[in-house]
């Protein structure tokens, strides 16, 4: 008998200890991802092409992660001493990971643009409508990310801070539109504005995500979670 509690309780150490390595790897690619979304728009408006190489390239990085902290997650939910709670964390975590790794591609994309030097192309309100939109994205990334770290509930903050980044896109669009800028700037712009209002969108479902994790979400982010779910992580 004493041999099996020691036996169980080596377990529930070996549980806890991967949990928390897991907890602390969601943090690092929130970081991560942060720092990407904060660097590529920095990049882009100061036309700063190696700076936006690195970073381009640094998306490697956060896939990595991203690949590692799937599969801990993956091994620890199949494992018979992992409990309720853990186990719905896990399902949490598993959840998040694509909106977090898509998230890290759409700053990717932005830095490659950087890269081939658009921000130095846009016209001078459509230069200023990104970098709000940048802003605005860090924003809601930040709040996102501590809401994690904290496990406290911020997907209204969230979602005030999206309309806000959708309202931007819709005037940055109707910039694009206006013809200030050569054709092939224009399509550039628009992609780059898309890749903002994306972002936003997965950062508004990881902060409903987080108000499930710690049990605060509402009936209507629960389902509409749910429909993301059905849709694959490109869905808002």
């Given at each position: 008998m004493a041999k099996r509690v020691v036996v169980e309780l080596d377990n529930t150490d070996q549980v806890?200890?991967?949990?928390?390595?897991i907890d602390r790897e969601v943090i690092?690619?929130?970081?991560?991802?942060?720092?990407?979304?904060?660097?590529?728009?920095h990049c882009l408006l100061d036309g700063d092409r190696e700076a936006a190489r690195v970073l381009a390239?640094?998306?490697?990085?956060?896939?990595?992660l991203y690949r590692e902290v799937e599969q801990l997650a993956q091994s620890q939910l199949a494992?018979?001493?992992?409990?309720?709670?853990?186990?719905?964390?896990?399902?949490a975590v598993l959840r998040m990971l694509p909106e977090l790794e898509r998230s890290g591609d759409l700053a990717e994309?932005?830095?490659?643009?950087?890269?081939?030097?658009?921000?130095?192309?846009?016209?001078?309100?459509?230069?200023?409508?990104?970098?709000?939109?940048?802003?605005?994205?860090c924003d809601m990334w930040r709040a996102t990310a501590d809401a994690y770290a904290d496990r406290a509930p911020v997907a209204d903050e969230v979602e005030?801070?999206?309309d806000e980044l959708d309202e931007l896109h819709v005037t940055l669009t109707a910039e694009i539109a206006s013809g200030s800028m050569p054709l092939p700037v224009a399509i550039e712009a628009a992609l780059v504005a898309r890749f903002y209002e994306r972002?936003?969108?997965?950062?508004?479902?990881?902060?409903?995500?987080?108000?499930?994790?710690?049990?605060?979400?509402?009936?209507?982010?629960?389902?509409?979670?749910?429909?993301?779910?059905?849709?694959?992580?490109?869905?808002?």
């Open positions: 806890t200890e991967t949990l928390e390595h690092k690619l929130f970081a991560l991802v942060g720092e990407g979304v904060a660097g590529a728009t390239e640094s998306d490697e990085t956060i896939d990595a494992l018979r001493e992992t409990g309720p709670d853990e186990l719905r964390y896990l399902v994309h932005v830095s490659r643009r950087a890269v081939r030097g658009l921000g130095v192309e846009l016209s001078p309100r459509a230069r200023g409508l990104v970098e709000q939109m940048g802003e605005v994205a005030e801070l999206d972002f936003g969108d997965h950062a508004v479902n990881l902060a409903r995500r987080i108000a499930v994790m710690v049990g605060r979400a509402t009936t209507g982010a629960t389902e509409r979670l749910r429909a993301a779910d059905r849709l694959g992580p490109r869905a808002k």
